[in-house]
């Protein structure tokens, strides 16, 4: 079945190092796929989506780029700031009638002054 | 003012106890959502409904049910409750197919 891997961390990051969080999913088909960010206390908010391959989503500073060869869709950002540590979700939605959002288990960013 | 609200934001209650959690959206959102995120799971769908007539089941349904009332409103209940039902609660809204969700701010629910 659908799928997406992630680690869970905590990462454990100085403020303006570069991030990277890894993201593979197994799929049929061609999902689009979304980095979503839950800051302590609040729910989950969208940060960036891409929709088909070679897609790069881009918001706040972070991006993340659809490679169907590598079935991945790892996040970046060149400079973390204290104001980014949160919980850090890839998912992925199949094409063709309802299908649901399948979520990674989530990554915890912290990011030290 | 939030786009989606959910009520209580925490519970404590006792085991074999009926709950209900509740949650409303002024987002115009036909399609309305309810997960259970647990440390080292992530977010697990329990329920969904894309209009007051159709509810379908998520892939942990057992234990739970749901109401919806209006657009807005999209309750879920543990009949009697478990200790293994303590988690953390979202309720979300999208509006039609490929589209973003939205979350609430969450129910912090403890079963003693």
């Known amino acids: 079945g659908d799928s997406v891997t992630q680690m869970e961390g905590p990462v454990t990051l100085s403020e303006e190092a570069f991030l990277t969080i890894n993201c593979t999913y197994t799929a049929t088909g061609y999902p689009s796929l979304f980095w979503y960010v839950q800051y302590p206390g609040e729910g989950l908010q969208l940060l960036l989506k891409a929709t088909k391959a070679d897609d790069k989503g881009s918001n706040k500073g972070f991006e993340a780029t659809y490679r169907k060869e590598t079935t991945s869709f790892h996040l970046e950002k060149g400079s973390v700031q204290v104001s980014d540590s949160a919980v850090y979700f890839c998912?992925?939605?199949?094409?063709?009638?309802?299908?649901?959002?399948?979520f990674g288990i989530g990554t915890k960013l912290q990011v030290i002054p | 003012d939030a786009d989606v609200t959910q009520t209580p934001r925490n519970r404590i209650t006792k085991t074999g106890k009926r709950i209900m959690l509740e949650c409303s959206q002024t987002?115009?959102?036909?399609?309305m959502y309810w997960y259970r995120q647990d440390p080292g799971l992530g977010l697990q769908l329990i329920y969904y409904s894309f209009d007051v007539k159709d509810i379908n089941k998520g892939e942990i349904s057992d234990g739970y049910s749901v109401s919806r009332q209006a657009q807005a409103k999209f309750s879920l209940s543990l009949e009697s409750a478990i200790p293994n039902q303590t988690a953390l609660y979202f309720c979300?809204?999208?509006?039609?197919?490929?589209?973003?969700?939205?979350f609430g701010p969450g129910t912090r629910l403890l079963v003693l």
């Open positions: 987002k115009g959102h036909d399609r």
């Open positions: 998912a992925q939605r199949g094409t063709g009638g309802y299908q649901k959002v399948t």
């Open positions: 979300a809204t999208s509006d039609g197919p490929q589209e973003t969700q939205y």
